[in-house]
């Protein structure tokens, strides 16, 4: 093989690998794209840390999303819960607003019967309502906890909710 060939082979070489670097590089950004829709698709936010207090029976992960209290008077976060999993019943001195964001969930304010909850929904709890939220038997539950008027304090813990009060859905 002479010079002239060897320089031509070297070149197509280069170039043939210069475009596979391309072409994997390409595949490499779409994805990581896909990966992404798969996980805005599934979640808009990270699940968070597992929530280990005794005011949660069953599995939750909270992610704080908004905690500057002095600046805007509230707090939000995600709250990500395994079928089954709920809130203690418990009140916010200044309200707090639920938006659900994925699977279905319960809602029940005290002395009331329970609502069923669905992505999309929007519950607007007014200040000192004693009320308990949390995933359906079947279904993970995700919603955006919005505590509103931080300044009049912060959540008040109450009694887990029994087996009876959260299987009464529907009854």
């Given at each position: 093989m002479n010079n002239k060939n060897f320089l031509i082979m070297n070149k197509v070489f280069l170039f043939l690998t210069l475009i596979s670097l391309i072409f994997i590089g390409c595949n490499y950004e779409?994805?990581?794209?896909?990966?992404?829709?798969?996980?805005?698709?599934?979640?808009?936010?990270?699940?968070?840390?597992?929530?280990?207090?005794?005011?949660?029976?069953?599995?939750?992960?909270?992610?704080?999303?908004?905690?500057?209290?002095?600046?805007?008077?509230?707090?939000?976060?995600?709250?990500?819960?395994?079928?089954?999993?709920?809130?203690?019943?418990?009140?916010?001195?200044?309200?707090?607003?639920?938006?659900?964001?994925?699977?279905?969930?319960?809602?029940q304010e005290q002395g009331k019967p329970i609502q069923l909850l669905n992505v999309g929904d929007v519950v607007e709890i007014l200040s000192d309502i004693v009320h308990w939220h949390g995933a359906s038997h079947d279904s993970e539950f995700i919603h955006i906890a919005i505590s509103t008027q931080q300044s009049k304090g912060s959540v008040v813990w109450m009694e887990p909710v029994t087996d009876e009060e959260y299987n009464s859905y529907g009854k």
């Amino acid at each position: 093989m002479n010079n002239k060939n060897f320089l031509i082979m070297n070149k197509v070489f280069l170039f043939l690998t210069l475009i596979s670097l391309i072409f994997i590089g390409c595949n490499y950004e779409a994805e990581k794209e896909n990966n992404r829709a798969v996980e805005t698709e599934n979640n808009i936010f990270p699940k968070g840390d597992l929530i280990t207090n005794d005011y949660f029976t069953g599995e939750a992960w909270l992610n704080m999303l908004v905690t500057d209290k002095e600046k805007f008077d509230l707090t939000a976060g995600q709250v990500f819960f395994e079928p089954g999993a709920r809130t203690n019943w418990h009140s916010h001195p200044g309200g707090q607003i639920l938006l659900c964001t994925k699977g279905k969930g319960y809602y029940q304010e005290q002395g009331k019967p329970i609502q069923l909850l669905n992505v999309g929904d929007v519950v607007e709890i007014l200040s000192d309502i004693v009320h308990w939220h949390g995933a359906s038997h079947d279904s993970e539950f995700i919603h955006i906890a919005i505590s509103t008027q931080q300044s009049k304090g912060s959540v008040v813990w109450m009694e887990p909710v029994t087996d009876e009060e959260y299987n009464s859905y529907g009854k």
